[in-house]
């Protein structure tokens, strides 16, 4: 169980997801089209069906490959999600897109919210990230406790900002496939499928993230930098090495930059000093380093630390026997949703499905 960064808070308990309507993802498009170019951008709310399905449901009715219809992130099925697609068209009439758009949603029970032309096919990270509004309902206290908790919990969290956590969905039903990833870069198990064993050695990654992250927050460092650190820019994504943590200090506190976890992989550029012995403690308890990653040609890259919720908002819903909150706060892309919603509830989401990007 990872540590909550308001574990001294009780949560509110409740249940997530218990319609799709209770689960409501919006993404926030990293540029607008732009009115022309060989691509039509279709933005469409879905419910009941994967990124997956509805790449699949274009390229069919535009008479495309798959692969050629683009999108900027994977959403969930079991949600009301809303995203933005992009098929190659051409020079093709747009009086004929209205006509299959119609028999698209005819088809699919999908809603198309706007169309627009652009130059480029949206690709995968053409996003800043994703808005969400979430209702919790089964709550186990009264509406005002829950509210009370709750706003508390929010409270704290706009303060200190939370470890940018991976969602325990990445990991599989009892972390199955953290050990298949462990197992697949120790070359003790073969996966021919380059996608699955990337997947796979990812996930992996993502737990070693997340360890790093968990031993941050229990060492007492998750409030201030540590010398070595490499920090990032909030405002811009600049990525600089920490040489004296007093003197950047008060940056972190202004929240203008934040410190980064590692992804480890061969070119992961390294902290050194006080965080780089944080990292290596987390490849040693592992018993892993990183000559496994460059044998199996993995990267890594790193991880923004902490992620901010400065619009992080709650509000009472459902009815006085059925008492629910309704949560809404935006999170940068590759940021989980249950990051904020196991602090807020203290319950086990490792079944919650959701979107990762």
Not at 102 to 121: F, G, M, P, Y
Not at 282 to 298: E, H, P, S, Y
Request: net charge negative; proline share 4%; glycine share 8%.
């Amino acid at each position: 169980m990872l540590p909550y960064v308001t574990s001294s808070l009780p949560g509110i308990g409740g249940c997530l997801r218990a319609t799709p309507d209770d689960f409501v993802v919006e993404e926030i498009a990293l540029y607008p089209p732009s009115g022309h170019g060989q691509h039509l951008y279709v933005n469409i709310t879905k419910v009941g069906l994967t990124t997956k399905d509805v790449q699949q449901t274009l390229a069919t009715a535009f008479g495309v490959q798959a692969r050629d219809v683009g999108f900027a992130g994977m959403k969930d099925k079991f949600a009301r999600t809303t995203q933005t697609f992009s098929v190659p068209v051409q020079h093709a009439d747009d009086a004929d897109f209205a006509a299959r758009l119609d028999a698209l949603a005819a088809k699919a029970s999908v809603s198309v919210n706007w169309t627009q032309r652009h130059e480029n096919k949206l690709r995968a990270g053409h996003l800043l990230g994703n808005r969400f509004t979430i209702r919790v309902t089964d709550l186990p206290l009264p509406a005002d406790e829950a509210m009370t908790r709750a706003t508390s919990i929010a409270t704290a969290l706009q303060h200190t900002g939370l470890p940018n956590y991976f969602g325990p969905q990445r990991f599989g039903h009892d972390g199955a496939n953290v050990a298949r990833g462990l197992a697949v870069l120790q070359r003790r198990q073969y996966v021919k499928d380059r996608w699955l064993r990337r997947f796979l050695i990812s996930a992996y990654q993502s737990h070693l993230c997340n360890d790093y992250l968990a031993r941050r927050l229990d060492d007492g460092h998750f409030e201030h930098l540590l010398t070595g650190d490499v920090a990032k820019k909030y405002a811009t994504g600049g990525i600089f090495d920490v040489e004296d943590a007093a003197v950047e200090q008060p940056r972190y506190a202004a929240r203008e930059i934040s410190f980064t976890a590692p992804i480890f992989g061969a070119k992961m550029r390294p902290a050194h000093a006080a965080a780089g012995a944080l990292e290596a403690a987390v490849l040693d308890a592992a018993a892993v380093d990183v000559d496994l990653f460059a044998r199996a040609k993995i990267d890594g890259t790193r991880r923004m630390g902490r992620i901010l919720v400065d619009d992080l908002a709650i509000d009472e819903a459902g009815t006085v026997d059925a008492p629910a909150l309704d949560v809404r706060f935006s999170l940068p892309k590759g940021a989980f949703a249950t990051t904020i919603m196991r602090e807020l509830m203290k319950v086990d989401l490792a079944d919650i499905p959701e979107e990762d990007e």
